[in-house]
Antibody, heavy 124, light 107 residues
């Protein structure tokens, strides 16, 4: 059974840092792209970024709104995905979900499984 | 960035109704379109990928269609467990983008 469990959320001051974790199980982690998606309170879904799979040399992609402040890391030996969040802003307040990538046709990847999410609140 | 526009933003329907939600992309995305369902306080659930392919375990009352820029999600006979918010997503190019969501409420 595929499971994704996020942790590490909490309250942080503007300008601060936080590191989220996503523990994966039930599948071969290195075969899959892994993504972070966030949802501000009462708002829609926003893609944060992606760590591609081993076959794609773990390259990363980011949304412009988080590039250079949020960094996606992965440790395949621990079946874990991370989101290092630096220089946090109030607008980064959201539930952060990790999602497993799946090939949605001809090498273009979407998601199939999602974690339960972890809440990050950026406030003074 | 590719903008995804869903309509309507909300709708009221009765149990047993056939419901259709539309998603339009600001440029052609082939069929690289997915649909997700989200219930309050829960994580999204993947329903459809490649515009019309059902994810494993998703009931056949859900169907998707379209290509290019215009797509639809149809629920053939709405049941109480289907009241939720639905999102489309394009994955044709980076950044991956979502529609604003369609909230399906009980009439």
């Amino acid at each position: 059974e595929v499971q994704l469990v996020e942790s590490g959320g909490g309250l942080v001051q503007p300008g601060g840092s936080l590191r989220l974790s996503c523990a994966a199980s039930g599948f071969t982690f290195s075969d899959h792209h892994m993504d972070w998606v966030r949802q501000a309170p009462g708002k829609g879904l926003e893609w944060v970024g992606r760590s591609k799979n081993k076959a794609n040399i773990y390259t990363t992609e980011y949304a412009a709104s988080v590039k250079d402040r949020l960094t996606i890391l992965r440790d395949d030996s621990k079946n874990s995905l991370y989101l290092q969040m630096d220089s946090l802003k109030t607008e980064d307040t959201a539930v952060y979900y990790c999602a497993r990538g799946m090939d949605g046709g001809s090498g273009w990847w979407t998601f199939d499984y999602w974690g339960q999410g972890t809440l990050v609140t950026v406030s003074s | 960035d590719i903008q995804m526009t869903q309509s309507p933003s909300s709708l009221s329907a009765s149990v047993g109704d056939r419901v259709t939600i539309t998603c339009r992309a600001s440029q052609a995305i082939n069929n690289y379109l997915a649909w997700f369902q989200q219930k309050p306080g829960k994580a999204p659930k993947s329903l459809i990928y490649a515009a019309s392919s059902l994810q494993s375990g998703v009931p056949s009352k859900f169907s998707g269609s379209g290509s290019g820029t215009d797509f639809t999600l149809t629920i053939s006979s709405l049941q109480p467990e289907d009241f939720a918010t639905y999102y489309c997503q394009q994955y044709n190019s980076y950044p991956v983008t979502f529609g604003g969501g369609t909230k399906v409420e009980i009439k």
